[in-house]
């Protein structure tokens, strides 16, 4: 007696688990923390104007984690505690910064023959604009509240004046041109690495601008009311 023969059904196949974890994608803060790292390179001389720029346009294009890291792979740690802060992870350390909103505006600072003044305790956020046309712009850091750690200043000066005054103990850097004018910034770099920094780039034509550290005002002294104020 013969055996009919059956065709043996196939045996369902179990999906394999990936085993790669799912690309995160990437936030602004992601992208501000490469793009701080990249700054401090550029200014230590880690990368040329070049490489730079061309890092720091990767950086925006990013769309995930995996894609920022490897712009910075062959750079130095910059935690406070010697290691790289993980994406989203804060480098504020003891400055304690506030929290930060990436889609704050920037604050205008005008003054057509006139003059414009901002000091005091004030917090400032991630850019301000100083505008002078035959008029004078003072900007004094020397009590503000940093709210995160990178400032930028664009200060633009036509037959007038902006003055930025800034604590001892930060770092200062700019990037700017004189034309008939005067553009100077007196570069700092901090000892700690979580300090704030304060970048003023921009330029004069017939005019002056100017940024400064003011002899013995330190952000230190700041840090318990910068605590108070943010509820840190």
Do not use: C
Request: aromatic share 6%; hydrophobic share 35%; net charge negative.
């Amino acid at each position: 007696m013969d055996l009919e023969k059956h065709p043996q059904k196939p045996v369902a196949q179990k999906p394999v688990a990936s085993a790669e974890p799912p690309a995160i994608r990437a936030s602004d803060a992601d992208r501000d923390r490469i793009a701080d790292i990249l700054r401090e390179a550029l200014a230590e001389g880690r990368l040329d104007a070049e490489e730079h720029a061309e890092r720091i346009d990767s950086v925006y294009r990013a769309k995930t984690v995996a894609e920022l890291e490897p712009l910075v792979r062959d750079l130095p740690v910059t935690g406070a505690d010697g290691r790289r802060p993980a994406p989203g992870e804060s480098v504020s350390g003891s400055y304690g910064y506030g929290p930060e909103d990436p889609t704050a505006p920037a604050e205008n600072l005008v003054a057509i023959f006139s003059s414009s003044t901002r000091r005091g305790r004030w917090r400032i956020g991630r850019k301000t604009n100083a505008f002078s046309l035959f008029g004078n712009i003072e900007i004094d850091l020397t009590e503000a509240l940093f709210g995160q750690r990178t400032t930028v200043i664009n200060a633009t000066s036509i037959f007038g004046n902006v003055e930025i005054t800034v604590p001892e103990n930060i770092s200062l850097r700019g990037n700017g041109t004189g034309i008939f004018g005067n553009f100077e910034v007196v570069t700092l770099e901090a000892e700690e690495r979580d300090a704030p920094t304060v970048i003023v780039n921009g330029y004069s034509v017939f005019g002056n601008v100017e940024a400064k550290p003011k002899r013995g005002k330190f952000i230190a002294d700041l840090r318990n009311q910068l605590r108070k104020h943010f509820g840190h």
